[in-house]
Every structure is written in C-alpha cells, then in structure tokens.
C-alpha cells in the first residue's frame, strides 16, 4: 500500500489498483495491530516502488499512476 499524507491527521491520498478484486490479509502494524485491505486499495511492489521513486524524485504522483484521494 502506498500512502500520501501532508501531514500528520491527515487521511491522505493512496495508490489503487482499479481492476483488483479481494481482500489481503496478514498486514501487521508496529503495534501489533493486524489490517485487511482491499485489494484495489493495494499495488504490486514493483508499482508500488516506481511509484514512490516518483514522489520521492519528482514531488508528485506519476502520470499514470491510479489513486484514491481521501480527504
């Protein structure tokens, strides 16, 4: 899953992946807590980290990268 926030609180904007159906399990936070996600709401890691490298390199989301924005 990747998340955008601006700032602490704030419910951000995070990468989808439209045609995706189902549910992932097995996501455990530091404190322990156990998610589920949809899959649309989750991206293959090799999506994932291009698109990290896009914000991180760039500031922005790529292009053509699909998100969701939570605010």
Known sequence: MVSLLDEEGDPGEHA???????????????????DEYRDEDTVPLEEALRIVGHLVGEGSWPPDASRAVDR
Do not use: M, W
């Open 16 to 34: 989808v992946d439209p045609g995706a159906e189902g549910t992932s399990g097995g996501f455990v936070l530091s404190n322990g807590q156990h």
